[in-house]
C-alpha cells in the first residue's frame, strides 16, 4: 500500500487554513451518533476526549492509571512554546516552524510543523482561559523564558510544573463532560488489542486491571494518545506504567511504525545510582539557562570540583557551539556529554556524568534568585542524591526522555488503518528526528484541542460504516486470543522475573542503539535481543491468577511487547544508514563529530509494516521541502 | 541495609486483609521507599509468590499515584515528601517499618495496598472546573492578572490529588484536596463566574462520597506532599458560607491566603 500522505494542497502557509474551511463537516445533531474511542487522557487523549465530547460525540476514555488525571503529561516541568511575540524580539510562526524544522533536523512533515506552529498560539489562550496558572510579570501579563534550540523566548511555563497545570487543565476540561455524562471514563484498563473489521479501526480489547476481565469496546474510531516507549530502555525519564503495548499491539493489527529509532536522550538528568534503580529523573532544561556544564580538561581527574581552578576546566559546549553555548539542542549537548566521558573526563561514581555548575549565577544572580526560579528543582536534586546544588555543582548524565518515532499518520493523524487515529507522543509526525525543548506539550495539546475536532468530522462526514457490536466475532476471537496469552504467561513458571527481561533489553539498547550507533552494533543488539524473546516465553514467572489485579502480570505484559518492538527500534536504526538529529550513527559523521545526514537517500519517513515470524517491511514516504531549504544544521 | 517489613496484604475489595512479615535485606541507602519494595516484590517473585500490590507511576512525587501509610504516616516520616521521593537513608539498618493502605470509608481497598481513590476524580467532575469550551477563548493577556494573584492559586494547583490529606485525618475528609482547587480557581479572573455554584457543588459531592467533615485538627497539611496550606480551607470556608447566603464575597477581597 502507497503511503498517501493526505497533504492539502497550496503553499505551506495556507494549507491549514484552507483545510479548515474545505474539510467536511458532521451536522450538530448528528454528532452524537458517532462513538469515539480514545485510548489515553494525558495532554493529547485528554484534551481530544473533553473537546469531542463538547462538540457532542460519543466518547469514551481509557487510560492505565487510577485517574485520567495522571498520566505522564503531568511530570513535564519545563514549559510549552507559543509563537506570541509577547517579549518582542522577533518571533513568529514561521521562526517556531523553522526552529522546529531545523531542530528535528529536516526529517519532519512541513506541513504538519506549520499547522503546528500556527495553532499554538490559540493554545496558550485556551489553556489560560481553564485558568492555568502560567507565570506572569509583575505588570500581570504572561512571562516567558528560553529554551534549548531556539533564539527567542517564547515558552510559557507554571514554575517547574507546566506539564502538571496543563494537565490538570485538560483534565478539568474533561472531568466537566463527565459530569454532563458525555464522556464515559474507564481507569484502571489497559488496552491490549486492536479490532479491525473490514479494513477499518472498530474498537479495542482491554484488560480490566482490577478484576482481570477481557472486555472489547466498539465504535466508530480509535485514538490512540498513548505516550512514547522510552521505557523500552528500562531506564528513562517515564513513568512506570508507560508502555509501547496499545502502539505496538495496533501495529501487529495493521498500522505501521515510523521512525522507532528516533528516540530523545535528555541531557540533564540526574546519573544512575545503582542497580537497584528504577527510573531516572529528569531536571528541566532550563536549569541550562542559568547552569554552566563542564568536566575537568584531565582524563582520570580525582580532585573535587572546587579544587578544579578555571583554567583547567572545559566547558565543552560553550567552546564547541559559542552562538548557543549551554543552550545547544539536546541531541548535541547530549552526545557531547556522552564523548566526554568516554574520554575518561566523566564526574561522579562510574565516570557517567558532567557538571551543570551554578557558581556564577549565583554570584551574578544571588543566591535567592536562582531559588526562585529552580528552587524545586535543587531540592528534588538534593532529594535523589544526597548533595546540595547550591553548594557544589550538580551533576547530570543524559536519559531516554521522549521518543520522536510513533505510529505513522497521515496529514489528518490518521494511521494507514482507516479509522484508527493517532494523537500526541504516540504518533511520529512533528518533531523529525529530534525534538525541541517545550514543543511536546504543545503538539499534544494542538492534536488533542485543535487538530483532530477537524479531521475526524471529515473522516465521519465521508465515511459509512455500520454498528458494531460487542458480540461481533472479530470482537469475540480477539478476545480469546487475549485471553489465551494471559494464560500463556501464567503457565509458564520459570526462574527469571519480568524485570530482569526488562533490565537486559534495556540495557542492549542503551548499549547499541542509544546516544551512537553502528551496524556492528544494531546486528549485535538484532540477535541478541532476538534470543531473549525466545528465552522469556520459555522461562519468565509470573505468579497469580488471570482474574485478578495481577501487577507482575501487567508488568510481564508489557515487556513482552518491549522485546519484540525493541528489535524494531533496532532494524530501523541499522536501516537509516545516516546520522540525524537523535538517531547518531558513528560511520557517518564529520571530521569535527558533528552528525552527518544523507539527504539524497534518507530524506524520507521510514515506516514500518508487521508481518508476523517473517521481518517487517520498510515502506518508505518521501519528505518535500518546499518553504526550507534542508542545510547542515548548525548551532556554532 | 537489613529491615523488617509488616505489609497489608489483602486479596481484593471483600476479603478480609492480614499483616505479613517479610525481611527486606540489602537495602541500599540510596534507594527509594519504593525501589526498596520493588526488591522485595522480585524476591517474592522469585519463590512464587505473589508481590505486593502497591499504586505508583511516575515515581518522581508529581502524579499523585503513589500513596502508603508508612509507620501510620500518610506517604512516611519525611515533610513535604510523597512515598516514591522518599529515601532509604532516612531509615536505619535494622529498622521495622509497617506499610498500610490509606485508609477512609471513601477509599476502598482493591488490594494489598492499593485503594480506589476515585471519589476524589468525581468531586472535580462535580464542578472543579472553569466552564470554557475548547475555541473561542480570548488573547492570553487580554486578562492581566496580578502576579500574587497568580502565586496564590498556583500554590493552591500543586495539588497532586493523592490523598494523603484524606488518609492523615481523624475525620478522613478531603476539605484540603477541596479547598486546593476551589482555591485555584477562585483566585483567578477565569474562576469567578461559577464561583458559587463551583463550591456548592464540590462540597456537596464531597459530602455524599462519604469523607468526613473537617474539624480543624490541620493534620491534612502536615501530611500533604505539596504543603498545601490550610489557609485555602479557610478561603473555601467563606466561600461556602456566602454562596449559601446567595451572595458573593467582592472578587479584589477573596485572596484568602496570601
Ligand atoms: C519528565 C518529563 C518532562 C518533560 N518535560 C517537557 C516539557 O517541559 N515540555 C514539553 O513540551 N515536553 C516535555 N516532556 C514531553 C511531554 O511531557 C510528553 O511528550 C507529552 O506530555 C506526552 O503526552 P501524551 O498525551 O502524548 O501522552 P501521556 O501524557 O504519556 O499519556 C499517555 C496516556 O495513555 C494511557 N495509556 C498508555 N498506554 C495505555 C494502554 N496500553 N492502555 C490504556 N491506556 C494507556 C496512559 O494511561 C495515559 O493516560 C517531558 C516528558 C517527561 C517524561
Ligand atoms: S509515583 Fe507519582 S507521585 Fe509518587
Known amino acids: 500500500m502507497p503511503l498517501e500522505s493526505n497533504i492539502p494542497p497550496g503553499p505551506v502557509a495556507e494549507k491549514w487554513t484552507r483545510y479548515r474551511s474545505e474539510c467536511k463537516l458532521v451536522n450538530p445533531a448528528n454528532k452524537r451518533k458517532f462513538k469515539v474511542l480514545v485510548v489515553g487522557t494525558g495532554l493529547a487523549g485528554g484534551a481530544a476526549a473533553a473537546t469531542l465530547a463538547e462538540l457532542g460525540y460519543q466518547v469514551e476514555a481509557f487510560c492505565y492509571q487510577d485517574s485520567p488525571r495522571r498520566a505522564h503529561s503531568i511530570a513535564a516541568q519545563g514549559g510549552i512554546n507559543a509563537a506570541k511575540n509577547y517579549q518582542n524580539d522577533g518571533d513568529s510562526v514561521y521562526r517556531l516552524f523553522y526552529d522546529t524544522i531545523k531542530g528535528g533536523d529536516f526529517r519532519a512533515r512541513e506541513s504538519n510543523v506549520h499547522r503546528l506552529a500556527e495553532t499554538s498560539v490559540q493554545i496558550i489562550d485556551q489553556c489560560v482561559a481553564q485558568g492555568v496558572p502560567f507565570a506572569r510579570e509583575y505588570g ?62 472498530r474498537g479495542i480489547v482491554v484488560r480490566d486491571l482490577v478484576n482481570g476481565k477481557i472486555e472489547s469496546h466498539t465504535g466508530d474510531a480509535v485514538l490512540l494518545c498513548t505516550g512514547g516507549y522510552s521505557n523500552a530502555f528500562f531506564l528513562s525519564t517515564n513513568a512506570a506504567g508507560c508502555n509501547v503495548t496499545a502502539t505496538y499491539r495496533a501495529h501487529k493489527r495493521g498500522a505501521y511504525f515510523a521512525n522507532p529509532c528516533y528516540t530523545q536522550i535528555h541531557p540533564t538528568c540526574i546519573p544512575v545510582s545503582g542497580d537497584h534503580q528504577s527510573k531516572l529523573t529528569l531536571m528541566s532544561e532550563s536549569l541550562r539557562n542559568d547552569g554552566r556544564i563542564w568536566v575537568p580538561k584531565k582524563a582520570g581527574e580525582t580532585r573535587r570540583s572546587a579544587d578544579i581552578p578555571e583554567s583547567e576546566r572545559d566547558y565543552y ?11 545547544a539542542p539536546r541531541d548535541i549537548a547530549s552526545r557531547a556529554a556522552k564523548e566526554v566521558c568516554d574520554e575518561g573526563r566523566g564526574v561522579g561514581s562510574g565516570g557517567r556524568g558532567v557538571y551543570l555548575d551554578f557558581a556564577e549565577a549565583i554570584k551574578r544572580d544571588s543566591r535567592s534568585r536562582i531559588q526562585d526560579k529552580y528552587g524545586n528543582l535543587f531540592d528534588m536534586y538534593e532529594n535523589i542524591t544526597g548533595e546540595n546544588g547550591y553548594e557544589q555543582p550538580m551533576r547530570i548524565y543524559p536519559a531516554p526522555h521522549y521518543t520522536m518515532g510513533g505510529l505513522w499518520v497521515d496529514y489528518n493523524l490518521m494511521s494507514n488503518v482507516p479509522g484508527l487515529f493517532v494523537l500526541g507522543e504516540a504518533n511520529f509526525s512533528d518533531h523529525g528526528a529530534n525534538r525541541l525543548g517545550a514543543s511536546a506539550l504543545m503538539q499534544g495539546l494542538a492534536d488533542g484541542y485543535f487538530i483532530i475536532p477537524y479531521t475526524l468530522a471529515n473522516y465521519f462526514a465521508s465515511t459509512k460504516q455500520d454498528r458494531i457490536s460487542t458480540d461481533h466475532a472479530e470482537c469475540k476471537r480477539l478476545e480469546q486470543e487475549t485471553d489465551a496469552q494471559v494464560k500463556k504467561l501464567l503457565s509458564i513458571k520459570g526462574k527469571k522475573t519480568a524485570v530482569e527481561y526488562h533490565r537486559e533489553v534495556g540495557r542492549l539498547l542503551w548499549d547499541n542503539c542509544g546516544m551512537a550507533r553502528s551496524k556492528e552494533s544494531l546486528e549485535t543488539a538484532i540477535s541478541k535481543i532476538h534470543g531473549l524473546r525466545s528465552e522469556f516465553w520459555e522461562n519468565v514467572n509470573v505468579p497469580g491468577t488471570a482474574l485478578d489485579l495481577n501487577v507482575g502480570l501487567e508488568r510481564a505484559w508489557r515487556v513482552a511487547d518491549f522485546m519484540e518492538f525493541g528489535e524494531l527500534m533496532a532494524r530501523d536504526a541499522l536501516a537509516r544508514d545516516e546520522s540525524c538529529g537523535g538517531h547518531f550513527r558513528v560511520e557517518h559523521q564529520y571530521p569535527d563529530g558533528e552528525a552527518k545526514r544523507d539527504d539524497e537517500r534518507f530524506m524520507h519517513v521510514a515506516a514500518w509494516e508487521y508481518q508476523g515470524t517473517k521481518d517487517p517491511v520498510r515502506h518508505i514516504e518521501p519528505l518535500e521541502y518546499e518553504k526550507v531549504k534542508p542545510s547542515v544544521r548548525s548551532y556554532k | 541495609m537489613n529491615l523488617t517489613l509488616n505489609v497489608w496484604r489483602q486479596k481484593d475489595r471483600n476479603a478480609a486483609g492480614r499483616m505479613e512479615t517479610y525481611k527486606a535485606s540489602h537495602i541500599s541507602p540510596d534507594m527509594s521507599f519504593l525501589e526498596m519494595l520493588d526488591v522485595v516484590n522480585e524476591d517474592l517473585i522469585k519463590t ?38 522518599l529515601h532509604m537513608r532516612k531509615f536505619r539498618d535494622g529498622d521495622e517499618i509497617t506499610i498500610e493502605p490509606f485508609r477512609a470509608r471513601a477509599f476502598p481497598v482493591l488490594r494489598d495496598l492499593v485503594t480506589d481513590r476515585g471519589a476524589l476524580d468525581r468531586i472535580v467532575q462535580a464542578g472543579g472546573f472553569v466552564g470554557v469550551n475548547t475555541g473561542g477563548a480570548p488573547d492570553g493577556n487580554e486578562i492581566p492578572i496580578p502576579r500574587e494573584r497568580q502565586e496564590t492559586a498556583m500554590d493552591a494547583a500543586a495539588c497532586i490529588g493523592c490523598g494523603a490529606c484524606v488518609a492523615a485525618c481523624k475525620n478522613a475528609s478531603a476539605m484540603l484536596y477541596v479547598s486546593a482547587k476551589v482555591g485555584h480557581l477562585v483566585n483567578l479572573p477565569q474562576g469567578q463566574p461559577e464561583r458559587q455554584q463551583r463550591v456548592r457543588a464540590m462540597v456537596a459531592q464531597h459530602d455524599h462520597e462519604g469523607f468526613g467533615h473537617c474539624t480543624n485538627q490541620y493534620e491534612c497539611q502536615a501530611a500533604c506532599p505539596k504543603e498545601i496550606s490550610v489557609g485555602f480551607i479557610a478561603q473555601l470556608n467563606r466561600e461556602y458560607l456566602h454562596s449559601s447566603f446567595g451572595f458573593a464575597e467582592r472578587e479584589d477581597s477573596s485572596t484568602g491566603v496570601g
Open chain 1, 140 to 201: 500581570g501579563l504572561l512571562a516567558n523564558r528560553s529554551f534549548g534550540g531556539a533564539q527567542v523566548s517564547r515558552t510559557f511555563y507554571c514554575r517547574g510544573q507546566t506539564g502538571q497545570q496543563l494537565m490538570l487543565g485538560a483534565y478539568q476540561a474533561l472531568c466537566r463532560q463527565v459530569g454532563y455524562g458525555k464522556v464515559k471514563v474507564r481507569s484502571r484498563c489497559e488496552m491490549v488489542d486492536l479490532i479491525v473489521v473490514d479494513g477499518r479501526a
Open chain 1, 317 to 327: 559546549l560553550e567552546r564547541k557551539y559559542p552562538s548557543y553555548g549551554n543552550l
Open chain 2, 48 to 85: 512464587g509468590k505473589e508481590p505486593i500490590a502497591f499504586d505508583h507511576d511516575c515515581r518522581e512525587g508529581i502524579c499523585g499515584m503513589c500513596s502508603l501509610m508508612i509507620n501510620g504516616m500518610a506517604h512516611g516520616p519525611e515533610r513535604a515528601t510523597a512515598t516514591c521521593q
